[in-house]
């Protein structure tokens, strides 16, 4: 593999791909100077802060009918514009490697929040910790007014222990299934009893509702805390082997290569549960550039909008049209399907989604129509703007502007259609696409021929 395709290759996995205006700094570049580069755009995180704390959450229980109808109109807004506000920032930021990992996280760390501020608080933790420390990433998670509300620890108490959270900490966001005992997430409950947040969304402990008694977990015993369950999980290797497994089904390859995750997993637990330096080894690791481990992840549908809005330089007039693609392509940000997240990998593809993602960039692209068919969930409402029944079809002008001058100007002079197409796309170009690309009348009808493929569906 030649310089500039192992620099793509990584700029797919590592970020949401290469853009034209890239392309020649990129393939001067070495592989190493790359990665440097990815972490030195990233180095500081910028929170979102859309969402202001202005919402008064006691209206819901004391308004009237008015109040909170209004209350849920506002509610609503802020959702959306949470997640608008979301997806133009990884459309148009240079922290592509902090971005990328955040929406790691925010899947692993899977949470749904009605209350907006709550949402944007989680996100800019995994934000702020993407590429920092996993225990601390994990303690600031676990203290968040959204996933204690979403998980039911606002319950946990002394003599009425609530085990939602405890036990997703370990089946989900630690030491994964089969690894612990039910007795293990009893005494685990116990410790985070008392954790909660206040009326102002402040993470609190209360003492008089926490259980002080004496806990044994995974073989530990004393008075243990929520933050000593944490560390324990931590202490053992099948955590490191855990978080390793699914980092590489996200950026290597879905089916997992126990030999890579085994040294994925060594850097990652003698190393402190840094998140940076396992990065830095999968990113430099010979097999990380094997053909087998190219062109071969189904982008999830937010790494497929983001990737076409970055590289077209779109722009929309009626932004809720993103809200619709997520919905029909199964991936709406901040609304996980449950706990578990969504499964990801070739379950983003089903006959129903592959029709919308072939269609979506000559759509996007041409600014034409688009139908949407669906059965609304009753709480995803917020995110479906144009659906006012149960069922029915929506034809909405999407209304994009693409900079295609600002395009053209980055496309290298000379390279022919087939050249485009094989920049444009992480696998080979077939044989049918360089044929259909060898009768195109002209260069913008050629990357609209490319980008409508099966093959632009993976990174």
């Known amino acids: ?128 910790h993407a590429l920092g420390n996993f225990r601390e990433l994990v303690l600031e998670v676990s203290k968040s007014p959204a996933m204690i509300q979403f998980l039911n620890n606002q319950q946990n108490r002394k003599g009425h222990p609530n085990e939602n959270f405890a036990r997703e900490l370990m089946e989900l966001f630690t030491i994964g299934r089969g690894n612990y005992t039910e007795q293990d997430v009893k005494e685990s409950a116990r410790a985070f009893t008392g954790w909660g947040f206040d009326k102002d969304g402040k993470f609190i402990t209360r003492p008089f509702q926490h259980d002080n008694g004496e806990k044994t977990f995974l073989g530990k015993t004393g008075n243990l805390t929520g933050e000593d369950i944490i560390n324990r999980l931590l202490e053992q290797k099948q955590t490191a082997i855990f978080i390793s497994t699914k980092l590489y089904k996200y950026l290597v390859n879905e089916v997992p290569n126990p030999a890579h995750i085994a040294a994925m997993a060594d850097v990652f637990y003698h190393g402190n549960y840094e998140i940076k330096p396992l990065l830095e080894f999968v990113f430099t690791a010979p097999w990380f550039y094997n053909l087998q481990n190219t062109g071969n992840l189904v982008k999830s549908p937010v790494e497929f909008l983001v990737g076409l809005n970055r590289q077209f330089y779109i722009s929309y007039q009626r932004p809720e049209v993103l809200l619709q693609f997520q919905k029909v392509l199964g991936q709406v940000l901040f609304y996980p399907p449950n706990v578990a997240g969504w499964p990801g990998g070739r379950n983003w593809i089903d006959s129903s989604s592959l029709m919308y993602r072939l269609k979506i ?52 002079a000379g390279i022919n259609n087939q050249q485009i197409a094989a920049f444009l796309l992480q696998p080979p170009v077939s044989k049918t696409l360089a044929a259909e690309l060898g009768n195109a009348p002209d260069i913008k009808t050629a990357i609209i021929q490319t980008v409508s493929t099966p093959e632009y569906q993976l990174c």
């Not at 590592?14 to 190493?32: H, I, M, P, Q």
């Not at 955040?102 to 995994?126: D, G, K, P, V």
């Not at 917020?382 to 069922?391: E, G, S, V």
């Open 361 to 412: 960039p000559s759509t996007i692209l041409n600014g034409g129509l688009i139908d949407f068919t669906g059965k609304a969930d009753p709480e995803e409402e917020a995110y479906i703007a144009a659906t006012r029944n149960q069922q029915q079809q929506v034809n909405a002008r999407v209304q994009a502007q693409v900079d295609w001058d600002k395009l053209m100007e980055t496309i290298p």
């Open 1 to 128: 593999m030649d310089n500039l395709l192992q620099v793509k290759h990584l700029y797919a996995r590592a970020g949401f791909g290469l853009r034209f205006d890239e392309k020649s700094t990129a393939g001067n570049l070495s592989v190493k100077h790359a990665i440097a580069g990815l972490f030195k755009t990233s180095e500081n995180p910028q929170p979102i802060t859309i969402v202001k704390d202005n919402a008064d959450y006691s209206m819901l229980v004391k308004g009237d009918k008015e109040q909170k109808k209004q209350f849920m109109q506002l509610q609503r807004q802020q959702e959306k514009d949470l997640n608008m506000a979301w997806l133009n920032f990884m459309s148009t930021t240079d922290a592509v490697l902090r971005e990328k990992m955040t929406l790691f996280w925010h899947n692993h760390f899977a949470c749904r929040s009605r209350q907006s501020e709550f949402a944007q608080q989680l996100n800019n933790i995994q934000r702020q």
